[in-house]
């Protein structure tokens, strides 16, 4: 069993910066690949990014790359998502979730993770 608990979110404006953060416990955090979602109101839930349980492959949508970075400290048992250059299309609630998986880590979709925070709202103002 994990629990996931997200932090960091909060109103910036379009251009600026913020770093969100996943603490993980109850579980083996090592052992899960990571992911974060997002969600704006009247649209579907949004793959953003993703990281493998080993730290050394990670994953971005075409709308967040070269400005999102997902990493994680397993000594910490924490996932850290830094956006740079946010936009007001950045505008969501941002999820945090944890897959367990054998061979493959279906990173891109939400059957791929069993494990959910409960959301923090970030806010990009123009």
């Known amino acids: 069993q994990v629990q996931l608990e997200e932090s960091g979110g909060g109103l910036v404006q379009a251009g600026g910066s913020l770093r969100l953060s996943c603490a993980a416990s109850g579980g083996t955090f090592s052992s899960y690949g990571m992911g974060w979602f997002r969600q704006a109101p009247g649209k579907e839930r949004e793959w953003v990014t993703a990281i493998d349980r080993s730290g050394s492959s990670t994953y971005y949508a075409d709308s967040v790359r070269s400005r999102f970075t997902i990493s994680r400290d397993d000594a910490k048992n924490t996932m850290y998502l830094q956006m740079n250059s946010l936009k007001p299309e950045d505008t969501a609630v941002y999820y945090c979730?944890?897959?367990?998986?054998?061979?493959?880590?279906?990173?891109?979709?939400?059957?791929?993770?069993?494990?959910w925070g409960q959301g923090t709202q970030v806010t990009v103002s123009s």
């Open positions: 979730a944890a897959g367990q998986y054998n061979n493959y880590f279906h990173y891109d979709i939400p059957v791929g993770y069993d494990y």
